[in-house]
């Protein structure tokens, strides 16, 4: 285990000198309680503690809209070229929840046929993550999926210990630049007041629904007609902002723009929800998902039971930003309550 | 910061138009020779169909891998990109990703009986099926061609479906929706046709293709003859927009949380008869 | 290729504009660039605004501002359609009928005396209806004003003989593609989540709230308007009042007025 000591009246100097080797990204204030991760220059311009962001990390990942293909019409045979847009850009500041985020796009991704635009950018993105050392607010449930304590996934991982914060390494890119700018080694004190976080932590962080995480993807399967749904569809919005703002949600739409030169252009991907009511429409006029009732329960499922089927492992991450972005008042918390208790 | 990716999935093959003919006031066929060889591809794939500057639309393959040299599209105009495809003429490039889709489970129906179903545009990728079949006779059991659409007007690949019937190693049926004056087969649904055709169930495949509204009916008369249900094969509609099992548009509302176009379209019945909708 | 036809000769192209302030008109000088870009690649024959010329000859393309408010306005929509090939509804007023609707709030009469008192009935005035609801629209450009990047798109589709589907989603979607923090929890009541985007969050984006001058989404969440309304505890009156800015005339397209 590699652990490594800043200062936090160094951090100032860590993120310059950070910044000089490549853009740093950091969740930044941006009024009435809500952050988003930006570029910056200065630790002064962070906030340290922070709500989940309005966007989760992954736009740095799978950006809301990018380019994929470029093409010219304008010879007797089109010719086209794939591209990515991609830059060197270290991450900092990103919580566990979104760590986990990152993890359920990287298996997706991955999967083959790949998707070499994400892999590319991913390649060039250097992870810190920062501990959560109390609930951001009621709207987490981190714990039921077991996302509040740090699992990997990052190359740096920092943890507020009062006047300093206590570092992991955790790949070699990071231990050589920790090593270049040359941060103390944690002592065994350091390490010990690690634990008492994670002790303190054990205790603050509780199972937010009370049921085994376990039964879940049992309880959707018998909750597949539950009247849950047809609660949540009642209120839902189709604003598409649950799926929006989802650390996993990861479904997309392609399109082609033209230039004004009517022989050069684009495909373009951007971020789509399964929320909106076009989603799963097809040419012929057939929705197959046209009630929101059958919109929002595909969401759930997709983060508590179609996810553990194909990657082993629950979509939903915990962060609450659902839930905090819901006009419409739809808890995530909530409907998981009713719809155990309803199926247990 | 821009790169080239040179192995990315989303690289467009360039598809020259070879021939094209209107086949009803509708629907469009095109044969489409690749420039960078074989299409490759197995009966109930489709493609995915790129207009430069206009967008992408999955289109069912509907010809047979035993034809080599190029591959069959038969397009509906129902939609911005396909109204454009009706447009076009040979030539004419169009990009092509693919094929993509699990295919009819040809290796498991050899050496038994076919069924085969075939509803308005359904015709379209089960004829990549038939005439595969077709050229491979000997290795199957009793076939027999069961068709519909609404109006005779709207019959795909007429002379090839003349040629089917003409055939005595097939057995062939066809019936409209509504008729006209010069029309002499059968008037009704499609599901009319289903119990007349002589069926030995355990060892028949009744493969069914057409609107998703035909499935219900068509399977439930399949189910009377006692075919089992895993020998009744599917192919489901879902707009497949990436074909690789990411973008989310065609996934399926069945437990088994199906992507139609990875893990269909072809289905067979017992597969996916708990979802939502067919 | 040949599905992207470069017509030979350059589309005549004209603008019209009815009951509206014209604003729409601006944003073409807004455009920048692409303006250069556009007066390329068509042939502007008429345009009040800017040019004094008239043409006698059929149109290829028209570009109308405004709503129809009288009897005069829709003989001449009528004419400018018999001789146009292609129809652009362009902006809130012609496109959604926009502020002039709230004529449609009084009754008719009650309305004209408000406006020219007592000798109305010498003004001619009809209820306030978009243009499709009086001839027919091949491709509408939402907004008040227009998004000027939507109307580059619209141009391309029309002078490639493609259709443009407008957004269905709530400007939700480009709101939060944009990050930009929730009017709500800045305590503000805001439109986007019924009007139909497009527009990239424009307003939202810059700090203001979404007037719903893009129309109601097809199929919007009216159920879902009682939650937020109670969840922000808003006033629904507001609400209603704040649609009827833009939307008045919707209850012409629900009556069939299509």
Redesign the interface.
């Known amino acids: 285990m590699n652990y490594h000591i800043l200062k936090k009246d160094e951090l100032d100097g860590f993120i310059k000198k950070l910044s000089k080797k490549m853009k740093v990204v950091a969740p930044v204030a941006k009024g009435t309680g809500n952050f988003a991760f930006q570029e910056v220059k200065a630790a002064s311009e962070i906030a340290l503690q922070y709500i989940p962001t309005i966007l989760p990390p992954k736009k740095y990942f799978m950006p809301q809209r990018e380019k994929m293909l470029d093409f010219d019409v304008s010879g007797a045979k089109p010719v086209d070229k794939a591209v990515v847009e991609a830059e060197e850009i270290a991450v900092f500041g990103v919580h566990t929840c979104d760590l986990a985020g990152i993890q359920c796009l990287n298996m997706v991704f991955s999967e083959r046929p790949r998707d070499y635009n994400y892999l590319r950018r991913k390649d060039k993105i250097f992870l810190i993550g920062l501990e959560c050392n109390d609930y951001c607010d009621e709207n987490a449930s981190c714990a039921l999926v077991s996302s509040h304590i740090p699992s990997g996934g990052y190359d740096l991982f920092f943890t507020d210990l009062g006047d300093r914060f206590i570092i992991h390494v955790n790949t070699q890119k990071a231990e050589e630049l920790v090593e270049g700018m040359g941060l103390a080694r944690a002592s065994h004190a350091d390490t010990a007041a690690l634990e008492k976080v994670r002790e303190h932590k054990r205790s603050a962080f509780k199972n937010e629904v009370g049921v085994d995480p376990r039964k879940l993807p049992e309880i959707f399967a018998k909750g597949v007609k539950s009247k849950v749904w047809e609660d949540v569809g009642r209120r839902c919005v189709s604003c598409g902002n649950c799926t929006n703002v989802c650390p996993s949600c990861y479904c997309f739409d392609m399109a082609d723009t033209i230039n004004l030169d009517m022989k050069t252009g684009s495909r373009n991907r951007t971020w789509d929800s399964c929320q909106v009511e076009t989603f799963a429409a097809v040419a012929g006029g057939e929705n197959f998902r046209e009630e929101r009732s059958d919109r929002q329960r595909h969401r759930f499922y997709r983060k508590f039971k179609y996810s553990v089927d194909k990657f082993y492992r629950f979509f939903c991450t915990g962060c609450g930003r659902c839930t905090r972005t819901c006009m419409a008042d739809i808890s995530l918390k909530e409907t998981l309550t009713s719809l155990v208790k309803e199926n247990v | ?12 093959r ?1 598809g ?1 138009i070879i021939a094209a003919k209107q086949m009803t006031a509708a629907e469009k066929w095109f044969d489409i020779q690749l ?1 960078d060889g074989e299409l490759d591809h197995e009966p109930g794939q489709f493609v995915q169909v ?8 999955p289109i069912s393959i509907c010809s047979s891998p035993t034809k080599r040299g190029s591959f069959e599209l038969t397009v509906r105009a ?3 990109l ?3 495809m009706h ?3 040979v ?3 169009v ?1 092509i990703r693919g094929p993509f889709g699990k295919p009819f489970p040809v290796k498991v129906m050899v050496g038994n009986d076919l069924l085969f179903v075939a509803g308005g545009l359904g015709l379209a990728p089960l004829r990549s099926l038939i005439n595969y079949v077709m050229d491979n006779r000997k290795d199957f059991g009793k076939v027999d061609i069961l068709l519909g659409c609404r109006t005779p007007k709207d019959m795909i690949f007429g002379s090839e479906v003349a040629k089917w019937q003409e055939r005595l190693d097939v057995g062939f049926h066809c019936t409209v929706d509504r008729t006209d004056p010069d029309w002499k087969g059968n008037v009704g649904l499609i599901t009319t046709l289903i119990p007349g055709v002589t069926i030995q169930p355990e060892r028949t495949f009744a493969v069914v293709v057409g ?2 509204i035909m499935y219900k009916f068509v399977i439930a008369e399949l189910l009377k003859k006692n075919i089992p249900e895993r020998h009744i094969v599917l192919s489901l ?3 497949m ?2 074909g ?6 065609c ?3 069945h ?3 199906y992507y139609c176009c990875k893990d269909g379209p072809t289905f067979t019945y017992d597969e996916v008869k708990e979802a ?2 067919l | 290729m040949t599905n992207v036809p470069i017509t030979a000769t350059k589309p005549k192209v004209a603008f019209f504009d009815f009951a509206c302030c014209e604003g729409c008109q601006l944003q073409v000088a807004n455009l920048g660039e692409a303006l250069l870009d556009i007066l390329g690649a068509i042939d502007v024959v008429e345009f009040r605004e800017v040019m004094s010329e008239k043409w006698d000859k059929d149109y290829d393309v028209v570009i109308i501002e405004g709503s129809i408010t009288d009897h005069h306005a829709e003989e001449r929509i009528k004419k400018i359609r018999a001789r146009s090939k292609v129809l652009i509804a362009y902006g809130a007023c012609a496109c959604i009928g926009g502020v002039n609707g709230m004529k449609n709030s009084f009754e008719l009469d009650e309305i004209r005396q408000y406006v020219y008192g007592k000798d109305f009935k010498l003004f001619d005035s009809v209820k306030t209806r978009p243009i499709h609801q009086v001839v027919k629209v091949d491709y509408f450009v939402n907004g008040c004003p227009i998004y000027p990047p939507e109307l580059v798109e619209v141009i391309k589709c029309a002078l490639r003989g493609l259709p443009y589907t407008v957004p269905d989603n709530p400007v939700c979607v480009e709101c939060k593609l944009n990050e930009n923090v929730c009017m709500y929890d800045k305590g503000v009541s805001c439109l986007g989540p019924w009007t139909k985007g497009g527009c990239n969050s424009w307003c939202t984006s810059n700090g203001n709230i979404c007037y719903g001058c893009r129309g109601e989404v097809k199929n919007p969440a009216k159920n879902a308007a009682a939650e937020v309304i109670g969840k922000y505890k808003l006033n629904a009156d507001l609400i209603k009042n704040k649609f009827d800015m833009y939307n008045k005339c919707k209850e012409g397209d629900i009556n069939g007025g299509k």
């Open positions: 910061m821009t790169e080239e990716i040179k192995n990315s999935n989303w690289k467009l360039k020259k420039e790129e207009l430069y500057g206009i967008g992408e639309a129902a939609g911005r396909t109204d454009a447009k076009l003429d030539g004419d490039y990009g609107p998703p509609e879902r707009h927009k990436c690789m099992g990411k973008c989310g548009h996934q399926i509302d437990p088994k949380n939502k909708k």
